[in-house]
């Protein structure tokens, strides 16, 4: 099960009315999802991954899936899912 499931989503699929912005804003929803599975781990209610704005050896940055928002705990970085993802991709080049 993936750690970001939103419920809204869990059975979105590409109808023939949709146009080209919905279709693109559905992809990069999925992009989003794919990243920040690939990174966070669950710990407790909360999930969690290294922070990529700032090194460290212990995850400090916060995810919460359901409001989309993500904090660093160390450094004070805020933000939404796909900025978190932007960097965590970045990170992976």
């Known amino acids: 099960m993936s750690f ?14 949709f146009n080209a912005g919905q279709q693109e804003a559905e992809m990069r929803h999925e992009w989003v999802k794919s990243v920040l599975d690939d990174h966070l781990k669950r710990k407790g209610k909360y999930l969690f991954c290294l922070c990529p704005f700032h090194e460290e050896m212990t995850p400090s940055c916060v995810y919460d899936a359901y409001e989309d928002e993500f904090n660093c705990l160390s450094c004070g970085e805020k933000g939404n899912g796909l900025k978190l993802a932007q960097q965590l991709a970045t990170e992976e080049d």
Do not use: K, L, M, R
């Not at 970001?4 to 009315?17: I, K, P, R, V, W």
């Open 4 to 17: 970001t499931q939103n419920h809204e989503h869990d059975s979105c699929h590409f109808h023939a009315g």
